[in-house]
């Protein structure tokens, strides 16, 4: 009965193992989130939320949406999408050429072929009055003396 429940394990994580993505990759990426002003409360269709300049660690596999938010400002959607990426890609040829086809599903399944795009998201609030927000350095073009 332990040598079965032994043969069992070892198959169980054999499969596992030719999901090159997954492991490399890992199923979550860094996610940056700017505004122009910062301190922007900002709310994603996931869940999470934060305020801007952000850094999270965010699910590859679904995109989202994200709502921005800061009092005088008109409020802003931004969609992101997952998409297969120039990395994910190799790891899915790799895994269909060596790993074989339950590679290729545990990857394409768990979302580790895909980046969320764009990263960094940046976005610029616009102000109620419909002033886009100020820039950081507001110098003025110097004059043109006429």
Same mark, same amino acid.
Request: proline content about 5%.
């Given at each position: ?17 030719? =999901?090159?993505?997954? +492991? ?17 409360? +900002? ?14 660690? #965010? ?20 969609? +992101? ?14 895994? #269909? ?14 979302? =580790?072929?895909?980046? #969320? ?5 940046? +976005? ?11 820039? =950081?350095?507001?110098?003025? =073009? ?5």
């Amino acid at each position: 009965m332990k040598s079965v429940l032994t043969i069992c394990g070892i198959a169980a994580v054999s499969l596992l193992l030719p =999901a090159c993505a997954t +492991v490399t990759r890992g199923t979550k990426e860094n996610f940056v989130i700017e505004s122009m002003p910062s301190d922007v409360d +900002v709310a994603l269709s996931t869940g999470q939320t934060c305020k801007t300049p952000c850094k999270m660690k #965010l699910k590859r596999k679904d995109g989202f949406t994200a709502t921005f938010t800061k009092a005088g400002y008109q409020p802003l959607e931004a969609k +992101v999408k997952s998409k297969i990426s120039g990395g994910g890609a190799a790891a899915g040829a790799g895994n #269909l050429l060596i790993g074989g086809i339950i590679g290729g599903v545990v990857d394409g399944s768990s979302g =580790a072929l895909n980046d #969320l795009k764009p990263n960094p998201l940046k +976005v610029e609030l616009v102000a109620v009055d419909g002033a886009a927000a100020p820039a =950081a350095d507001a110098a003025a =073009a110097p004059a043109t003396g006429e």
